[in-house]
């Protein structure tokens, strides 16, 4: 199918982009800016500039066979005041309007709409067990979620398949609940928010995104349907559980009060909850991946991690097939191994890996990966590239060269400039039946001797591992793992 998405660079869609590319879908995306686009949904990904307006959209709708809408302000953005109360209604309802008013004007009509709607449709309501059939609630997320809901209602009238995911908190890597929670339960510092009481209706990505792909060709996703694992928690055995992946205590909380002085009227996300139950998929039997969160968060948190340790006498040798002397004068003290089942033909596999617009699809958003020098048409020995990226607050240059290219067997890069003292990263390929398996050696120094030796334990290694667990996900996802 022809897919059009709004909200594509965000978290969810990021994510939904490359199961649907997997899945052999064409998408295009709704995007503000195309070059940050660019970097981080890859290359097959058609572009439309939001800047071009009505016409711009009008004509990525006519072309579409599906319409996915998930665009919109982040709801704990900042303090809720008229200002961002106003930006959050523009950003969903008049957007869905919007498109729901280009499908009416098209010549030709998608045959689904898929508009994103949350949980917070129902308001805080303790622990009243909830479902499709329950009635809304009244404070300011639950008008805005019916709001919302109406707006994209409107296709409906027009014989399109109108499908609204109602989405609890979705965890995965890069963004949504658990990116806020994380440093402070990896210090040591976390803990329930407020009471802890209160229900979470929780949903892993992976989940979601399959949700989404299964409402594009089932005819039954219609209308609302709650988007959450079966098996809601309350905010205090959410704490445990992601203590107990991380090894940390989880007992500090999160007084009720500094989180209403600090977002007002929107700390109510935090402190309410909805104890909602998917009724609707349950009946249409789509089978989770996550039901439970002890697995969700171990799937995130502690699965797909690399392997890191000192390089000794039983470390594997570097393969240098033309006798470059990097690693001499550059001598490395780190080995990082990081393996994964790619299933994709060792082909196709090797071609994903090996295109360089495909470093930021396996990049996490934060780091703002952009290729700054001129993508090469053909990778081979020699050729260089050269990017940014962030990490943390720290703005990173780096031009790496292609030292060995064996094609759909290795290729190696070593960074020529950049942060590390050494980094060379070989990409080893094998075929595994019909699928790949690829792994990644990477033999490192941490720059500024002694010092960096210490900042590399403290913070090099466990962002590699960050860095190394998202990829697999990425991969995951692309390739239907």
């Not at 409402?215 to 988007?227: Q, S």
């Not at 439970?292 to 040798?317: C, F, M, Q, T």
């Not at 607050?393 to 759909?408: D, M, N, Q």
């Amino acid at each position: 199918m022809r897919v059009f998405i709004t909200g594509a660079t965000g978290f969810i869609g990021r994510a939904l982009t490359l199961r649907l590319l997997g899945g052999g879908h064409e998408v295009s995306a709704w995007v503000r800016d195309e070059s940050r686009a660019r970097n981080l949904l890859g290359a097959g990904v058609r572009l439309a500039a939001a800047p071009g307006g009505a016409p711009a959209l009008a004509q990525e709708i006519a072309r579409s066979d599906a319409v996915i809408n998930l665009a919109g302000e982040p709801v704990l953005g900042g303090r809720w005041n008229s200002a961002r109360k106003e930006a959050l209604r523009q950003s969903r309802i008049e957007l869905t309007a919007s498109i729901a008013d280009t499908i009416s004007r098209s010549p030709t009509r998608p045959s689904v709409l898929i508009s994103a709607s949350a949980v917070g449709y129902y308001g805080d309501r303790g622990d009243e067990l909830l479902d499709e059939r329950s009635a809304p609630g009244d404070d300011f997320l639950a008008r805005l979620c019916r709001e919302w809901e109406e707006a994209a209602q409107r296709a409906e009238q027009l014989g399109v398949r109108v499908f609204i995911p109602r989405i609890g908190i979705v965890l995965g890597l890069e963004g949504g609940a658990l990116a806020r929670m994380l440093a402070p339960f990896q210090l040591g510092a976390g803990g329930p928010i407020g009471s802890g009481r209160q229900w979470m209706a929780w949903i892993h990505l992976f989940d979601l995104v399959d949700v989404i792909a299964a409402a594009l060709e089932d005819e039954r996703y219609r209308g609302a349907a709650v988007a959450a694992a079966p098996w809601p928690v309350t905010n205090r055995d959410f704490a445990r559980a992601l203590g107990g992946i991380l090894h940390r205590p989880s007992f500090v909380p999160v007084p009720a009060p500094a989180l209403r002085a600090m977002f007002g009227e929107g700390a109510a996300v935090l402190i309410g909850g909805q104890r909602a139950m998917p009724a609707r998929l349950a009946e249409w039997g789509f089978r989770w991946r996550f039901e439970k969160i002890e697995d969700a968060l171990r799937h995130l948190l502690a699965e797909n991690n690399p392997v890191i340790g000192a390089l000794d006498a039983n470390s594997p040798k570097p393969e240098n097939p033309h006798g470059s002397n990097y690693l001499e004068t550059r001598r490395p003290n780190y080995l990082l191994r990081h393996t994964m089942r790619v299933n994709a033909p060792l082909a196709e596999a090797f071609a994903f890996f090996s295109q360089p617009r495909n470093l930021g699809v396996m990049t996490p958003a934060d780091m703002r990966f952009q290729i700054t020098s001129l993508a090469p048409a053909e990778m081979a020995r020699g050729t260089c590239i050269e990017y940014k990226l962030r990490v943390g607050p720290l703005p990173l240059s780096w031009r790496t060269l292609i030292e060995a290219w064996e094609p759909e067997r290795l290729f190696v890069d070593f960074q020529e400039q950049g942060p590390y003292r050494c980094w060379w990263h070989e990409h080893h390929f094998q075929p595994d039946g019909a699928a790949t398996l690829m792994e990644d050696r990477v033999y490192f120094a941490p720059p500024l001797g002694a010092v960096g030796a210490a900042a590399g334990r403290l913070f090099v290694i466990p962002a590699l591992r960050r860095i190394f667990r998202f990829r697999a996900q990425a991969v995951q996802l692309r390739f239907r793992t």
